[in-house]
Structure formats: structure tokens, C-alpha cells
T-cell receptor
Framework: EPEVTQTPSHQVTQMGQEVILRCVPI?????FYWYRQILGQKVEFLVS????????KSEIFDDQFSVERPDGSNFTLKIRSTKLEDSAMYFC???????????FGPGTRLTVL | AQTVTQSQPEMSVQEAETVTLSCTYD???????LFWYKQPPSRQMILVIR??????QNATENRFSVNFQKAAKSFSLKISDSQLGDTAMYFC?????????FGKGTSLLVTP
């Protein structure tokens, strides 16, 4: 049974529009990661979020990105003004019972036109 | 900064045969974890196997095993009795306590 779900599974948007990607834990996780995978490339770390604060972020995570936990039950990744190069799979992940092991959600495929 | 290198962009193996995927990494850390993730065409990231750096014994999960050489900073994945369902991208990943750092991946094709 999956520990993490993500919505939507696929989002198509116009360049310059704002998108919000959601990650919903099945159980009560406090620590979340967001990763990005541009088609044909490796998975890259974006940001980690712990107890309602950003814990760590990469160079990719610039001012157009933000993360929130709006209602205590899900996490969101917002891209304020999408660019063509934001087209990618976006994964959230959470630590599981074994130390340093992360369980990935199914991902959201973002297509920017 | 840690780097993870997978030098084989593509590999193929016949069903029931054995294949080894290579991974090397660079770090100054002494305590860390290494992982292999499988990404089938659905693009879901599935954990295959993990290895703690402080353990000398190589990890094994059914048909999957690793050859962990800490001094050489090498972490290869061996798949025995390959099955058609093993066809996927395989990513090696490093973790010293925070985010996962991935290699560029190896595309494995299992042929009948």
C-alpha cells in the first residue's frame, strides 16, 4: 500500500501560469522532499520540508518555487510563473522506517506549453 | 559535494541471464547510505536495494545483490535470473543524511 499520493498525475499549463502540485501522505509524516526529473535526465533534489519549514534547498529551487503545508494534511509545491524548462516529473518523497530510505510518490507530470 | 557516476547509459541482457550495473561515487563522508532505484516506463521510483556504508556485508534482496567496495567507492548492482519485468531505468543514489543524490541512470533492456 502506497505511503504517499500525488495529485494531479498530469498537469498541462501555459507558460507564465501558476501551478500547484500536491503531495498527500497516507500516514502522518513531518518530513518531505521534492525532486524533479526532466525527461531523459536524472532525478534532482529541489527542497526538503520539516515541521512546516524549509530544511534544505538546492540551487534549482529559486524564487519561483515555494512549498507549504496548507492544512496539515498535505504538502504543496507551487511554481509561480512556469517556464518551458519547468516541464518535468515532480516527485515527493518521505523517509520510511529504515534510516535514510525514502519512499517516492507516483509523481506529477508537468507539461508547460 | 558528493557525485554519483553511472558509466553505462544503456545495457541489455537476455532473459534468465545475469547483468551487473556499475556505480561509483565520490564523498568525504564516512557514514552514508547507498541505494539502487528502479524506474519502469510508468516513471514510478521503486527502491530495489540499500546498503549502509558501515556494513561490510553486501546487501541482497532476492535476485538483486550489490558489490560494495568502500575503499574504491564502488557500488554495483547485480541482477540474477533477469526477467522481462526488470526492463527499466536504474538509478544509483547516495545519501549522507539529507536529500538523495542520484546518478544519471542506466537503461536496462531484458530481451526474450
Amino acid at each position: 500500500e502506497p505511503e504517499v499520493t500525488q495529485t494531479p498525475s498530469h498537469q498541462v499549463t501555459q507558460m507564465g501560469q501558476e501551478v500547484i502540485l500536491r503531495c498527500v501522505p497516507i500516514s502522518n509524516h513531518l518530513y518531505f522532499y521534492w525532486y524533479r526529473q526532466i525527461l531523459g535526465q536524472k532525478v534532482e533534489f529541489l527542497v526538503s520540508f520539516y515541521n512546516n519549514e524549509i530544511s534544505e534547498k538546492s540551487e534549482i529551487f529559486d524564487d519561483q518555487f515555494s512549498v507549504e503545508r496548507p492544512d496539515g494534511s498535505n504538502f504543496t509545491l507551487k511554481i509561480r510563473s512556469t517556464k518551458l524548462e519547468d516541464s518535468a516529473m515532480y516527485f515527493c518523497a518521505t523517509p520510511v522506517s529504515r534510516e535514510n530510505e525514502q519512499f517516492f510518490g507516483p509523481g506529477t507530470r508537468l507539461t508547460v506549453l | 559535494a558528493q557525485t554519483v557516476t553511472q558509466s553505462q547509459p544503456e545495457m541489455s541482457v537476455q532473459e534468465a541471464e545475469t547483468v551487473t550495473l556499475s556505480c561509483t561515487y565520490d564523498t568525504s563522508e564516512n557514514n552514508y547510505y547507498l541505494f539502487w532505484y528502479k524506474q519502469p516506463p510508468s516513471r514510478q521510483m521503486i527502491l530495489v536495494i540499500r546498503q549502509e556504508a558501515y556494513k561490510q556485508q553486501n546487501a541482497t534482496e532476492n535476485r538483486f545483490s550489490v558489490n560494495f567496495q568502500k575503499a574504491a567507492k564502488s557500488f554495483s548492482l547485480k541482477i540474477s535470473d533477469s526477467q522481462l519485468g526488470d526492463t527499466a531505468m536504474y538509478f544509483c543514489a547516495f545519501n549522507s543524511g539529507y536529500a538523495l543524490n542520484f546518478g544519471k541512470g542506466t537503461s536496462l533492456l531484458v530481451t526474450p
